[in-house]
């Protein structure tokens, strides 16, 4: 099996990452390497399905239903890079084409049909 | 049967309903869940995706996930799996939404609801699944930015994915409606859609009788049912018209505009979603045993269909009242309540229906306690206060509220609305009336014998409807009759 | 150790900062933040908690350095890497509260491969660090920031977390003791995340004893993390004096042909050691622990890109923004320049492995095979105590030598990663010498069974010619 650059740039993309021009076919290279390496369980051969392993513990254990998070040293308006009236920004462009993608509830006047912003780069 | 067609077209729609859960604490973490504080206070290592935080999921939540599973007949399953649903928004903290795939906690499920153009019909629940929720992304609060707030981020949701079954826009929102009713009913959602806690997804596609699917499309940001029906016709519509244009429907996404009634096309979807689901490894597998499945089954309330068809074979009630009392759990509990104070079953649906409603639609609580209501119904019957009157009793009772200490009978006798049956009494007002109306006397006596209406109600009017109806006719009869 | 805690601990925490200071002119770059008032602080909290316990705490005054990647209220918690640069956590690790309940002094951060991503701990964004033994050699990785500050004597212990070895090679190559628990018996809360269904924080000491007096202080369920086991607290255990009626098997698919000369002669000593000592050594199979590595380079990538999706410039971290100016360049330039070349790469694998039409080919395979590798171990537990093979296949190697071809650093790891991807225990603990640099041998033990595995290393630890050349 062999990862070509669309390939690369595709699995960038879903991961957020930007990778430089001069980085891509080196990253194509070192892929390939790692890929090729790890395709040897291809040659396993495999009983029946079996549930997936676990290393820890079977089941997962509740928690009551009770308000008490654990409290925070430093409060989000210290940690953030952006943050005002109690709130984190992000820049806005692009914003709405992406929530639409996202499934999340954007305001309906905050889409025009034409605006080109709404094209992810 | 015959395929349901608009304009030669038949209309196939699926809905993805997520409910709120209605819990004290978040899905994940022990943050709050309550609606409208302060942005980005109620959050913690978990809900704000710091590195290190990790989730334990919320007990309660999973109890009505499961509850709401089994009101609506699906298979909770022994063992379930939480997923990462991976992909990146500003209020998804941690890149990933903890949700569940391949084994969610219940499938195969089915809703029965009065189609308003088929009657009765069957929609499959494909599954119900639990998950987080993001945070809330404001676009218009701040400009050139989008401002996110978190505090809603981690509260549980439940997922419930409908079938392709329903046939019409109109069908849908009487299937939303069946939904919201019984999952009020088993208490696992406020389901209100003004807060968000119930949020609709609907996918529509149009085909000829008889074709295969026809490509989907999905329309989001409705925010109420009508708007959901709207939407869904305004989908309808661009499909037939762009299909009979001899174009190709896109599997696209679309947004409802509320003021124009319009859906608009997001843009060309450039690829698919990709969201790489896998088993979230820092959660073992949900296990619920048989018995624990079944105390939540036996703990369901009575549930809407349920309760009608009870409403209707113990009380002898006719099926409008029953459906008007089952719309909610406390309606038909003050109703049942009233009657089993002693009052008639249908005499007590009227007053429900009627007045009480009123009251309750207006305040959420019924102004007058089931045994007072009961008590003035039972005057009613006995003839002691007229019904009329007894109106005007409920106004007082209403008016001092549940707390009132007055009873109804005490009530109309301080408003001297006690029906007066004494003949020397009655005869006084026939006596005052038929003094004053000597033409008509002369009539009556003539032979026409319809003014006896006009008679008793002189006499009711002058007695300030104290009179019994029953009681002044006979007198009135002896008086016309008897000459003088 | 002891001895130690006679002293004031407030003059405990001035001579760890004196050693640091050195260490850190002697160019180790092991520790990436403290300060002497924190440590102070800390040796303040930990006198006043000693004076008011009835009994006596069980690491009194102890220094306990904490890897890059365990948070801490009063500390930045970078994970080597760029993009946590200046981050400070709001809310302090399980283990760094359990340590400071049992009178430790934890307030040392040390430097590590970024995100645990390494073997070598040359892939820090805050510089390599170097092997205190030698400085042209690698310490091991991801560890080895808190495995040079324990073998150069800076402090007596320190944590360090595994996903694939991450302790046990760094031990293994600075010669002092490394134990991994069980998956699941200390608390990953406070831990940032890696591969989650591989991660433990494993503790380091000169002796078998420190490591496991810190384990038991650490270990124990948590009502914050879902995958800690509910099981009875782990007690250090004192070590035995014989092994008598301990059977031990040698698997040999961990004695490869081309194993290294030194590490092989050191091995068939401490083997010597363990049959003298009574033990009965016999022959094992553990078919597929060949498959571990390509396995554990399947998974932890696919969870770790995952993990890693939380570092987006939103909410904490530095932020950048690219030419466009939008969300997603947002995004792309804060991970792209944030993360460093190994972990891109393994975000990007564990991103394409997950991808749509791919998962099934590698990572629900690579599930199947982790289950084979794990039940290869639970059969040869039926016929055995313990385990015992190499740490490593070689001693530590030269900085730089494997930093071209990433498989060939992934190799370093081939003895360690199958009891990670089991979840089993495993400890490495020195056992000879090869050209003056330290060889490792690796105790593994059935699920939950620390107790007789560090009880063994206890025996073996007596009797073995640790620093002493094998031929």
């Known amino acids: ?35 090729d390496y790890v395709a040897q369980l291809d040659r396993v051969p495999l009983g029946a399905d079996a549930p ?52 999340s509830e954007v305001p309906e006047d905050d889409v025009p049909m ?6 992810a780069p | 049967m015959e395929p349901m067609l608009h304009k030669g077209w038949e209309t196939v729609i699926g809905l993805e309903v997520h409910v709120q859960l209605q819990t004290r604490s978040k899905m994940f973490c022990g943050c709050s869940t309550s609606f409208g504080d302060p942005p980005n206070t109620n959050v913690c290592p978990v809900c704000l995706g710091l590195p290190g935080a990790l989730p334990v999921p919320n007990a309660e939540a999973i109890r009505l996930a499961a509850r709401g599973a089994l009101a609506l007949g699906l298979t909770v399953h022994p063992t379930s799996v939480f997923a990462r649903k991976n992909y990146f928004y500003p209020d998804l903290p941690k890149g990933y939404q903890i949700s569940q795939f391949d084994q969610p906690l219940a499938t195969d499920g089915r809703v029965v609801f009065e189609s308003p153009e088929r009657g009765r019909v069957e929609v499959t629940i494909q599954r119900l699944h639990v998950e987080e929720d993001a945070g809330k992304s404001l676009h218009d609060r701040i400009p050139g930015k ?147 499945i079944a105390a939540r089954e036996a703990e369901l309330p009575e ?24 719309d909610e759990p406390p309606v038909a509990a003050y109703f049942e309540a009233i009657v089993a104070a002693g009052a008639e079953p249908k005499a007590a649906a009227n007053w429900v229906m009627g007045d009480a409603m009123t009251a309750y639609n207006e305040t959420g609580r019924f102004a007058v306690t089931p045994a007072r209501l009961a008590e003035l119904i039972v005057l009613v019957r006995d003839g002691v206060v007229s019904h009329q009157a007894a109106k005007r009793v409920y106004g007082e009772l209403a008016a001092a509220g549940q707390g009132g200490a007055e009873p109804p009978l005490a009530v109309a006798e301080r408003l001297g609305l006690v029906q007066v049956k004494d003949e020397g009494a009655l005869a006084g007002w026939v006596d005052e009336v038929l003094a004053a109306h000597p033409a008509e006397v002369a009539r009556f006596r003539g032979g026409e014998t319809k003014l006896m209406g006009f008679f008793v109600g002189q006499v009711m009017k002058r007695s300030q409807g104290k009179a019994d109806p029953k009681g002044v006719q006979p007198v009135l009869v002896a008086k016309l009759n008897g000459g003088s | 150790m002891s001895g130690e805690t006679v002293a004031p601990f407030t003059e405990l925490a001035r001579e760890t900062g004196r050693r640091l200071r050195g260490a850190d002119e002697a160019g180790l770059n092991a520790a990436l933040h403290w300060s002497q008032p924190v440590l102070d602080a800390e040796a303040a909290r930990a006198e006043a908690l000693a004076a008011a316990s009835a009994a006596p705490l069980p690491l009194a005054g102890l220094a306990v350095a904490l890897k890059d990647n365990i948070v801490s209220v009063e500390e930045p918690t970078t994970c080597g890497s760029r993009i946590l640069e200046g981050y400070v956590s709001p809310y302090d690790a399980t283990v760094v509260a359990r340590l400071r309940a049992a009178g430790a002094l934890a307030a040392v951060k040390a430097n590590m491969d970024e995100f645990a991503m390494g073997s070598s701990t040359e892939h820090s964004a805050y510089g390599r660090v170097r092997n205190p033994l030698d400085p042209d050699r690698v310490p091991g990785g991801s560890s080895g920031g808190s495995a040079a500050l324990v073998a150069a004597g800076v402090v007596p212990a320190a944590l360090g977390s595994e996903t694939g070895g991450s302790v046990r090679q760094p031990a293994s190559f600075c010669g002092i003791v490394g134990v991994k628990p069980s998956y699941g018996r200390v608390s990953r809360w406070g831990l940032v995340a890696f591969g989650s269904s591989l991660d ?68 068939e000593r401490a083997v010597g050691c363990l049959r003298a000592l009574g033990a009965e050594i016999v022959d094992v199979s553990l078919p597929h622990s060949p498959l571990a590595v390509p396995t554990y380079y399947i998974i932890a990538p ?93 001693t530590a190697f030269r900085a730089g030598e494997k930093t071209e071809d990433p498989v060939s650093m992934y190799l370093a790891d081939i003895f360690v990663s199958p009891a990670s991807l089991a979840g089993l225990p495993a400890m490495s603990q020195p056992i000879g010498r090869s050209e003056g640099l330290p060889v490792g041998g690796q105790l593994i033990a059935p699920m939950y069974q620390e107790a007789r595995m560090l009880a063994a290393a206890g025996a073996l630890e007596r009797v073995v010619p640790a620093t002493e050349e094998a031929r």
């Open chain 2, 146 to 292: 989008t401002a996110v707030d978190l505090n809603r981020a981690g509260v549980p949701l439940a997922e419930i994915v409908s079938g392709p079954d329903l046939r019409s826009p109109a069908e849908a929102r009487a299937y939303l409606t069946t939904l919201r009713q019984i999952l009020l009913y088993a208490g696992v959602s406020d389901c209100s859609m003004e807060q968000g806690s119930l949020r609709v997804d609907a996918n529509l596609s149009v085909r000829r009788p008889g074709a295969p699917l026809g490509t989907k499309t999905e329309v989001k940001n409705m925010n109420s049912f009508a708007n959901v029906e709207r939407a869904l016709e305004a989908e309808r519509e661009r499909q037939i018209a762009l299909l009979e244009a001899g174009e190709r429907v896109q599997q696209v996404t679309l947004l409802f505009h509320a003021p124009s009634g319009a859906v608009r096309p997001q843009r060309s979807k450039e690829e698919s979603h990709d969201y790489r689901y896998f088993p979230d490894p820092d959660l073992p597998p949900l296990v619920l045993d048989a018995a624990w």
């Open chain 1, 52 to 103: 997936p392993f676990l290393a820890g513990p079977g089941t997962v254990t509740l928690r009551e239903d009770v308000v008490r998070p654990v409290p925070l040293a430093r409060g989000p308006a210290e940690m953030a890079p952006e943050f005002a009236e109690g709130l984190f920004l992000v820049p806005r462009r692009g914003g709405a084409a992406m929530a639409a993608e996202a499934g």
């Open chain 1, 1 to 35: 099996m062999s990862i070509g650059r669309d390939e690369v740039l595709r699995v960038a993309k879903l991961a957020e990452l930007a990778v430089a021009e001069p980085e891509v076919d080196r990253l194509v290279e070192q892929m390939n390497r790692i890929v």
């Open chain 3, 200 to 267: 433990c924080i494993s503790p380091f000491g000169r002796t078998v004893e420190d490591a496991a007096r810190v384990l038991a202080a650490i270990s124990g369920h948590d009502p914050l993390d879902s995958t800690t086991v509910d099981l009875p607290p782990l007690q250090a255990p004192a070590p035995l004096a014989d092994l008598r009626g301990v059977r031990i098997g040698l698997p040999r698919e961990y004695l490869p042909a081309d194993l290294d000369a030194g590490v092989r002669a050191a091995f």
């Open chain 3, 302 to 394: 696919a969870e770790a890109a995952a993990n890693l999706a939380r570092f987006d410039g939103v909410r904490y971290g530095p932020r950048r923004i690219g030419p466009e100016g939008d969300v997603r360049s947002l995004y792309r330039a804060t991970r792209g320049e944030g993360f460093g070349p190994e972990v891109r790469r393994r975000i990007l694998v564990g991103t394409y492995v997950l991808s749509a039409g791919y998962y099934d080919a590698y990572y629900k395979k690579a599930q199947r095979v982790r289950a084979m590798i794990a039940e290869d171990f639970r059969r040869a537990f039926e016929r055995v105590d313990l385990l015992f093979t190499p740490t490593t296949p070689t």
């Open chain 2, 303 to 326: 549930l809407p269909e349920a309760k009608r068809e009870r409403l209707m074979s113990a009380y002898g009630l006719p099926a409008y009242d029953a459906r008007v009392l089952a």
């Open chain 1, 114 to 119: 034409d605006d080109p912003s709404e094209e």
